[in-house]
T-cell receptor
Framework: GAGVSQSPRYKVTKRGQDVALRCDPISGHVSLYWYRQALGQGPEFLTY????????KSGLPNDRFSAERPEGSISTLTIQRTEQRDSAMYRCASSLETGVGITEAFFGQGTRLTVV | QKEVEQDPGPLSVPEGAIVSLNCTYS??????FMWYRQYSRKGPELLMYTYSSGNKEDGRFTAQVDKSSKYISLFIRDSQPSDSATYLCAMIKAAGNKLTFGGGTRVLVKP
């Protein structure tokens, strides 16, 4: 596709349910990043992948959060047993290369998660 | 305390004025410095990046980095209403891929 695609755009879920957020990066992009952005705040790093390998997951808040990118393309961020504090915009980004390539990262439109 | 600090604004200027934005940071390991623009309900888009200290100019935009002071700036000349957005600074350490963002400054350019 032309850009980073995220689905769903909006997700409302009940507290305690599991959710899966999908990211389809720009074709051929090696690196994929997940960020979380609260209203009026800058994006906060969650995790990133080079190809299918998860390189850094230090930003995941707790063990209810996990991410995978099994074939080095599409990635899924899963939140188990959702809590109201998980409500935020979840953004995915991808870049063509690793290392300095992050300077050319392209962000998707995000998934707005609301936990009620 | 956050690693990257940015005044949230809002910063309101008349059309044609110079917009001056800045960020401070605490970790001297940051080597790459970026500015992103984010329109309402959109994802951040990269405006400019610089490596280490110095200036970089791109059209109406000038980015400055002063590593000795741990201070970066973005200047927008001849501002237009279409420049109204939130501007986010972001930084990377030399050995990593993790972008660390400031909180963003909301800018409003009034016609």
């Amino acid at each position: 596709g032309a850009g980073v695609s995220q689905s769903p755009r909006y997700k409302v879920t009940k507290r305690g349910q599991d959710v899966a957020l999908r990211c389809d990066p720009i074709s051929g992009h090696v690196s994929l990043y997940w960020y979380r952005q609260a209203l009026g705040q800058g994006p906060e790093f969650l995790t990133y992948f080079n190809y299918e390998a998860q390189q850094d997951k230090s930003g995941l808040p707790n063990d209810r959060f996990s991410a995978e990118r099994p074939e080095g393309s599409i990635s899924t961020l899963t939140i188990q047993r959702t809590e109201q504090r998980d409500s935020a915009m979840y953004r995915c980004a991808s870049s063509l290369e690793t290392g300095v390539g992050i300077t050319e990262a392209f962000f998707g439109q995000g998934t707005r998660l609301t936990v009620v | 305390q956050k690693e990257v600090e940015q005044d949230p604004g809002p910063l309101s200027v008349p059309e044609g004025a110079i917009v001056s934005l800045n960020c401070t940071y605490s970790n001297s390991a940051f080597q790459y410095f970026m500015w992103y623009r984010q329109y309402s309900r959109k994802g951040p888009e990269l405006l400019m990046y610089t490596y280490s200290s110095g200036n970089k100019e791109d059209g109406r935009f000038t980015a400055q980095v002063d590593k000795s002071s741990k201070y970066i700036s973005l200047f927008i000349r001849d501002s237009q209403p279409s420049d109204s957005a939130t501007y986010l600074c972001a930084m990377i350490k030399a050995a990593g891929n993790k972008l660390t963002f400031g909180g963003g400054t909301r800018v409003l350019v009034k016609p």
